[in-house]
T-cell receptor, first 109, second 112 residues
Framework: QKEVEQDPGPLSVPEGAIVSLNCTYSNSAFQYFMWYRQYSRKGPELLMYTYSSGNKEDGRFTAQVDKSSKYISLFIRDSQPSDSATYLC?????????FGKGTRLHILP | DAGITQSPRHKVTETGTPVTLRCHQTENHRYMYWYRQDPGHGLRLIHYSYGVKDTDKGEVSDGYSVSRSKTEDFLLTLESATSSQTSVYFCAIGKDSNYGYTFGSGTRLTVV
């Protein structure tokens, strides 16, 4: 079983819809959870950072961590065409971060 | 990207030649990382550094070496480039090992 699993998509949704992106993981030692956004031909950029279980909201974005289920989510409200990108989940325990393979998201105008 | 630059941005090289990629930061962060990103594999860690002259291997380190003689510079060397090393290489920096990293814009390397 891979340490971090993420559906590669692509996921296509109409503008204005709520988007749900998810990752599962197997290592119970993970304590820090992140979401990165990567536009085509660019480097990943940190979008959300959470520690342990719970929710964190930042504008249209909400990150959710459920450590009991080893499941993390990113919700995007009122999705915009500019949200079209690849979203990578990431998590860390000791001294390095493990990334999911990313989900390609297309927001249709 | 603010605080971190990679050079060159693009490079085409021949099989068997040595290649060095450079990562330069102005943030004075302790941690620096080299990743490669390939379709179907995502980001894979090659090597990382936790201080000047302190480096360690990642999951795909074979065929690569690194050096960090100054806080701000982290060099990745492909000793003898092979076609399997054609990839996009990203450098990342971090204040500590668990907090989110800042990535550079990447180097697109083609080995022919």
């Amino acid at each position: 079983q891979k340490e971090v699993e993420q559906d590669p998509g692509p996921l296509s949704v109409p503008e204005g819809a709520i988007v749900s992106l998810n990752c599962t993981y197997s290592n119970s030692a993970f304590q820090y959870f992140m979401w990165y956004r990567q536009y085509s031909r660019k480097g990943p950029e940190l979008l959300m950072y959470t520690y342990s279980s719970g929710n964190k909201e930042d504008g249209r974005f909400t990150a959710q961590v459920d450590k009991s289920s080893k499941y993390i989510s990113l919700f995007i409200r009122d999705s915009q065409p500019s949200d079209s990108a690849t979203y990578l989940c990431a998590m860390s325990a000791v001294d390095k971060i493990i990334f999911g393979k990313g989900t390609r998201l297309h927001i249709l105008p | 990207d603010a605080g971190i630059t990679q050079s060159p941005r693009h490079k085409v090289t021949e099989t068997g030649t040595p290649v060095t990629l450079r990562c330069h930061q102005t943030e004075n962060h302790r941690y620096m990382y080299w990743y490669r990103q390939d379709p179907g594999h995502g980001l894979r860690l090659i090597h990382y550094s936790y201080g000047v002259k302190d480096t360690d291997k990642g999951e795909v380190s074979d065929g690569y070496s690194v050096s960090r003689s100054k806080t701000e510079d982290f060099l990745l060397t492909l000793e003898s480039a092979t076609s399997s090393q054609t990839s996009v290489y990203f450098c990342a920096i971090g204040k500590d090992s668990n907090y989110g990293y800042t990535f550079g814009s990447g180097t697109r390397l083609t080995v022919v």
